[in-house]
């Protein structure tokens, strides 16, 4: 049973330190958050399972981290400058803004009149200045990427001669990308910071760009299926030519049922998309226009790529698989959200979250806490995993409680130590999902959860 809607996570989030509203103690900024003690290991995990995913166990995948803020033609040339917008309109008659494309039967959302002013363009992306320049300088503009793409094109050359790579081959970046969106809300799902995790797959103009496409969604559709991501929850939109963005001839999103409760549950997860040659071409010297003249005049590298065996030189396509970490991370809760029933009727919230993702591994409690031989014994045993796995003390309350916390956390596995231990140098190991335990020796404990925290890699050596 996933989490029936947003809200449900939202409470949750705030409640056990995953997300908090940003800035409350000024009375919060619209739709900013802070990741908490657990939220940011959430958001670590999913971006090292993706790291891991793409730039170490495969092998045609390198990976840079570029910087936020890139010389403003790129974004002249990579097209954002002119077309990077969202359509505004203003309701006459309560005065609200909104992007036009999400007027639902010409209705406003706020007041229902039908009254609209004409739509016009809103570049979303976010501006600053460079240096100690006047207000009105215009060439200390700068921007705030809104895509982590751009800084991977510019590279390309960079990382292939680098890295002595050949056709085909992939770029990865995660970071921070910034858009200065209109209407931002649903939590997580759309704000003006976020994160992304990009990947640039290049390919010879002559590749099967459309079954490159397919193949990418499959790869994504298998990696959200080991992250928990429930395969019914997932629905693939093949984006209509007019909705296609001007680099692109092809894109499929991969949606998440972020509304369940909804009549439209569905919104965009990531896209993967066919963007042709469009992006090495633009920032290339040498790209001459249908009337010969060079396209990019301020441009001093020619991004283009020489392939030896067919001893041609031409502008790599490009796919494009793009996905969010915070949606991601949305997508992950929901399906994760599960509730349960003890013996004493109470219910119980369980985040079955993936071993992989868990913030915490393992839960070290000790069953009485004013015994000091007991509070060392489970105190040691923690600093024993904590160089392997994370782990956590706690002895803040009384077993129950702390067993219920760890549950709604998602920590797959409690460890308690009792007097019975002091004897047997043995401990309780008590599973999440099904409340079982069992007896464990503690020099066997290292090796028995990294089996069953499979397909968290352990190393070997503990
Ligand atoms: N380079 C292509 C690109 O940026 P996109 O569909 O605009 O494509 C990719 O963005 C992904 O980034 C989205 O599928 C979504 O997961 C995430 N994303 C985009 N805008 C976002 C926002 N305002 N808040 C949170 N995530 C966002």
Redesign the pocket.
Same mark, same amino acid.
């Given at each position: 049973m996933p989490a029936p809607n947003i809200d449900t996570i939202v409470s949750l989030a705030k409640r056990r330190g995953f997300v908090f509203p940003s800035s409350e103690v000024y009375g919060g900024l619209g739709s900013a958050w802070d990741y908490g003690p657990l939220g940011v290991e959430l958001c670590n995990n999913v971006k090292q399972a993706w790291w891991r995913w793409l730039v170490y166990e495969r092998d045609d995948i390198e990976g840079i981290d570029s910087s936020i803020i890139l010389n403003r033609l790129v974004w002249k040339y990579s097209g954002h400058e002119a077309t990077f917008n969202d359509w505004l309109i203003d309701c006459r008659k309560c005065k609200g803004r909104f992007r036009a494309d999400k007027i639902v039967d010409n209705k406003c959302p706020s007041c229902g009149a039908s009254d609209w002013t004409e739509a016009r363009p809103f570049n979303t992306m976010l501006q600053t200045k460079l240096g100690a320049v006047a207000d009105d300088d215009p060439t200390a503009v700068a921007y705030l990427r809104? &895509? %982590? #793409?751009q800084g991977i094109f510019i590279n390309f050359l960079n990382v292939q001669t680098t890295m002595r790579r050949k056709l085909p081959f992939g770029i990865a970046q995660v970071g921070k990308?910034f @858009?200065n969106?209109v209407t931002?809300g649903n939590f997580? $799902? @759309?704000? @003006?910071e976020?994160?992304?995790m990009?990947m640039e797959y290049f390919v010879s103009p002559t590749a099967e760009h459309s079954k490159l496409v397919d193949y990418w969604v499959e790869q994504y559709l298998e990696w959200f299926g080991s992250l928990g991501v429930n395969r019914e929850n997932l629905f693939l939109y093949e984006v209509p030519g007019e909705e296609l #963005?001007h680099y692109s001839k092809r894109t499929v999103?991969i949606m998440y049922r972020y509304f369940p409760e909804r009549e439209k549950p569905w919104e &965009? $997860?990531? =896209?993967i #998309?066919w963007r042709t040659d469009f992006d090495l071409g633009t920032h290339s010297k040498n790209k001459l226009d249908a009337e010969g003249k060079r396209l990019n005049p301020d441009s001093t590298e020619d991004l283009s790529y020489f392939d030896e065996a067919a001893k041609q030189r031409f502008y790599p396509h490009v796919i &494009?698989p #793009?996905? =969010?970490v915070? @949606? %991601?991370v949305l997508a992950v809760l929901m399906d994760a959200y599960s509730e349960k029933t003890n013996d004493k009727g109470e219910t119980r919230v369980i985040l079955k979250l993936s071993p992989q993702l868990a913030p915490i591994k393992a839960a070290i409690l000790p069953l009485a806490k004013n015994k000091p031989e007991i509070v060392g014994m489970a105190k040691a045993i923690k600093r024993s995993l904590q160089p392997v796995l994370r782990a956590v003390y706690d002895d803040t309350g009384g077993i129950g409680k702390l067993y219920a916390r760890q549950d709604e956390i998602g920590t797959p596995f409690c460890i308690t130590v009792d007097h019975q231990s002091l004897e047997d140098e043995a401990v309780t190991v008590r599973d999440r999902d099904t409340w079982e335990q069992e007896r464990i020796k503690v020099s066997d404990l290292a090796d028995h959860l990294q089996k069953r925290l499979k397909p968290f890699p352990v190393p070997e050596s503990i």
């Open positions: 809104p &895509e %982590t #793409a990308s @858009r969106e931002p997580i $799902l @759309r704000t @003006r976020f994160e992304q990009e #963005a999103d &965009e $997860l990531m =896209g #998309a &494009e #793009a996905a =969010g915070n @949606r %991601t």
